[in-house]
């Protein structure tokens, strides 16, 4: 059964600061991880935020011509990966948008997941931005992420190549 709505937190219809170009980024409501001094604790809660329909999203998307990608932030997106992954496919079934996910755990731990929505949402997924904010390791210089450890990984790359890790990541 397909899933037809997600819960967010919010969105924001034009960002610059979670991956390359203009992004719709979605904030996905609920998060297992508490990173000490996240950026939007206010999505921890698993029952706040407000329920939207995938067809809704889909269609803010589309109306704009400028954007170059989606983005999937939180809270933590692989805790909604089925409505994600149903989002992301028709994403790429009605669009030629990108698609960059944030996830508090690694890659390697996603991989180990043994729920086939995240791995199916890994599949769907341009880049993957992943790890736990680690205020220790805060550095504003890196892009599209807040500390040091966090990586953003080229997932079309490494389906070709094997794991391919890109750590600095131009802006445009």
């Known amino acids: ?22 992004r719709y980024t979605i904030f996905v ?3 297992p991880h508490h990173c000490p001094d996240c950026q939007n604790p206010q999505t921890h809660d698993f029952n706040g935020g407000y329920l939207v329909s ?33 989002l992301a496919k028709r994403i790429k079934n009605e669009t030629k948008l990108d698609i960059t996910v944030y996830s508090g755990w690694t890659y390697e731990q996603l991989l180990k997941n043994t729920d086939p929505d995240v791995h199916q949402l890994l599949e769907l997924a341009d880049y993957l931005v992943d790890g736990p904010y680690l205020e220790a390791l805060r550095d504003l210089t890196l ?27 131009d802006e445009d």
């Open 143 to 169: 892009h599209f992420r807040g500390s040091s450890n966090q990586r953003i990984i080229d997932l079309n790359a490494t389906r070709k190549e094997g794991h391919i890790v890109l750590d600095n990541v």
């Open 29 to 31: 409501q609920g998060c």
């Open 54 to 86: 995938i067809d809704r999203l889909l269609t803010e998307i589309k109306e704009n011509p400028m954007l170059r990608g989606v983005t999937f932030s939180g809270g933590e997106p692989f805790s909604q990966a089925k409505g994600l992954a149903e």
């Open 1 to 22: 059964m397909a899933c037809t709505e997600l819960r967010l937190a919010g969105t924001e219809p034009e960002s610059i600061v979670d991956g390359r170009g203009f």
